[in-house]
């Protein structure tokens, strides 16, 4: 049975826990033990369970779509990653410097923001994607920003790192990238990585085994 889910809401499996991811607050609530007492699965973006009570419990959390209708959102995430662009040593580029002058100029402006903030104009960002920048240079771009990362200010948290790459890869005529956000549970983390195809371009393949995709931009 298909569950219709509300706008902005996505769920994942991990395990025998159901964990859900608000993009519209940028919240997770994690249900301990229920992904495996509903039969729940997550295809395609899409949740279904075999367990038909469990939509009283949907129901009386406001997860449902009001009317019921499918999402047209529900896009299913990029490929799990087998490599990563960041496993061959940098070699250096003519791009660095621009990449330091972009980062910084744009920093500012996003510095402090939401996540619903960070994600809606990566979704502004994603409809105008170029597509000119072939993988070789999208890999170069993604090594040179990992290289000059210890560089740069404010590169602590994964969500603001992995939307500045977002940007100077967009900016750069990046076309099939995705900011990917997957979740964990005991102990419940999130974490957010940027992906190209099966190649992550923000952190390493090995690294992200233990996550689960629940939402991609």
């Given at each position: ?61 406001q997860m449902l779509s009001v009317d019921g209708?499918p999402r047209s959102d529900r896009h299913a ?119 190209h195809g099966d190649v992550v371009l923000s ?15």
């Amino acid at each position: 049975m298909h569950i219709n889910l509300r706008p902005g809401l996505y769920a994942a499996v991990w395990g025998r826990d159901l964990v859900f991811f608000d993009a519209i607050n940028g919240s997770y609530q994690m249900a301990a033990g229920l992904a495996h007492a509903a039969g729940a699965s997550v295809v395609g973006g899409r949740l279904n369970v075999h367990e038909p009570g469990v939509i009283n419990i949907f129901s009386e959390q406001q997860m449902l779509s009001v009317d019921g209708t499918p999402r047209s959102d529900r896009h299913a995430p990029p490929p799990r990653p087998t490599s990563s662009a960041l496993a061959e040593t940098y070699g250096g580029s003519t791009a660095a410097l621009a990449i330091a002058r972009a980062y910084t100029e744009m920093a500012w402006l996003y510095l402090g923001r939401p996540l619903p903030f960070l994600l809606a104009h990566a979704r502004a960002q994603s409809s105008r994607r170029g597509g000119h920048l072939h993988s070789d240079g999208l890999f170069t771009l993604a090594r040179a920003f990992e290289h000059l990362s210890p560089c740069l200010p404010w590169q602590a948290a994964c969500v603001f790192r992995g939307f500045m790459l977002m940007r100077l890869l967009t900016r750069g005529g990046a076309g099939d990238v995705r900011w990917v956000f997957g979740v964990r549970t005991w102990p419940f983390h999130a974490h957010c990585w940027v992906q190209h195809g099966d190649v992550v371009l923000s952190d390493y393949a090995e690294s992200l085994l233990r996550y689960t995709p629940i939402f991609a931009v």
